[in-house]
């Protein structure tokens, strides 16, 4: 299957910091990337589906202002948690979309990036 | 609103047995549906894919797909202690690349 990485896996900050989170598509393409969010013992929520050349997408109630995210190549985009919060803490995961066999648009994800936020 | 339903379980089944998971969708328009598992604290990972009506299978893993009644199931035989997660179905949300998911069923395989 596709590899997908991400760096740092895991983070701790001081509220008020910014963060920045990379996902990277190693032996493929991605024009669409997509930002998850899961806080514990709950499902995943997509935040934002990211876009190269062009703006993200962002679900309704995620803050544009307050995740901003670049999807700068073809293989990589960036997630920045802005001035981030302890609330902001949760686990982030990145997946990028490429046709598998059969032709079928299928999702790989990245091992995620653990936010704590003190 | 497009949905999938899961049954959050848990589901405990013996070391050996056949854990059968279920899955139902409500947009007709779907047309590839995904099964992920997930361990606690990793991302999810992919099992298995399947877009046509029937069964397909890998190793010890079958999706069964049934569009006329809006339902996708996993089947793993011989379950596994290492079987044990969330297993997340998902369903593509038309020509945006986006997935449609399920809410989970956590299961469990007691030794």
């Known amino acids: 299957g596709a590899v997908v990485s991400q760096h740092p896996s895991r983070v701790i900050c001081k509220s008020g910091t910014s963060v920045k989170i990379e996902c990277r598509s190693l032996d493929f393409q991605a024009t669409t990337m997509f930002w998850y969010r899961q806080f514990p013992k709950q499902s995943l929520m997509l935040m934002a589906t990211s876009n190269e050349g062009s703006k993200a997408t962002y679900e309704q109630g995620v803050e544009k202002d307050k995740f901003l995210i670049n999807h700068a190549s073809l293989t990589l985009s960036t997630l920045t948690v802005t001035s981030a919060h302890p609330e902001d803490s949760s686990f982030y995961i990145c997946?990028?979309?490429?046709?598998?066999?059969?032709?079928?648009?299928?999702?790989?994800f990245g091992p995620g990036t653990r936010l704590t936020v003190l | 609103q497009k949905e999938v339903e899961q049954n959050s379980g848990p589901l405990s089944v013996p070391e050996g047995a056949i854990a059968s998971l279920n899955c139902t969708y409500s947009d007709r328009g779907s047309q590839s549906f995904f099964w992920y598992r997930q361990y606690s604290g990793k991302s999810p990972e992919l099992i298995m894919s399947i877009y046509s009506n029937g069964d397909k299978e890998d190793g010890r893993f079958t999706a069964q797909l049934n569009k006329a009644s809006q339902y996708v199931s996993l089947l793993i035989r011989d379950s596994q202690p290492s079987d044990s997660a969330t297993y997340l179905c998902?369903?593509?949300?038309?020509?945006?690349?986006?997935?449609?998911w399920g809410l989970g069923t956590s299961l469990g395989v007691n030794p």
């Open positions: 997946s990028a979309p490429t046709l598998a066999s059969g032709n079928t648009d299928t999702q790989y």
């Open positions: 998902a369903a593509h949300a038309g020509n945006n690349r986006k997935l449609i």
